[in-house]
C-alpha cells in the first residue's frame, strides 16, 4: 500500500510496466490491448477514469513522462528491446515518481 496518495496510481502503474518485462501472460496481454481496437478502448476507459477521478492527485508533468515510460516498458517487453541499464532506468522513473515531502 502506497503511504501517499499524491502520484500513487503513477507509482503502482509504473511497477505494473516493469513487472510485464517478465511476465509473458502481461506481455500478451500488452500486445492484445495494442492488436485490438476494443481492448484498447476499454484500457483507455480505465486508464482516463482513473486520471479523471484522482484528478490532481496524479496531475504533474513528471507524473505524466513516468506513465509514458512504464507504456515504453511494456512495448519493450512485448518487442524484446530493453534498455541497457534497466534498474538504472527504473532507478530514475521511480526517483521521478516519488511521493513528495513532507512539509
Known amino acids: 500500500m502506497d503511504p501517499c496518495d499524491i502520484g500513487a496510481f503513477t ?10 518485462i517478465d511476465n509473458p501472460d502481461m506481455v500478451t496481454l500488452w500486445k492484445s490491448a ?38 515504453g516498458l511494456c512495448l519493450g517487453a512485448s518487442m524484446q528491446i530493453y534498455p541497457g541499464d534497466l534498474k538504472g532506468a527504473l532507478h530514475v522513473l521511480r526517483t521521478l515518481s516519488a511521493a513528495p515531502a513532507e512539509k
Request: glycine share 6%; with cysteine; hydrophobic share 45%.
Open 11 to 20: 507509482r503502482a502503474y509504473l511497477e505494473m510496466g516493469a513487472a510485464t
Open 34 to 71: 495494442m492488436a485490438d481496437e476494443h481492448i484498447c478502448e476499454k484500457w483507455r476507459e480505465w486508464y482516463l477514469g482513473i486520471l479523471n477521478e484522482r484528478g490532481c492527485l496524479e496531475d504533474r508533468p513528471e507524473f505524466a513522462v513516468v506513465r509514458m515510460a512504464a507504456d
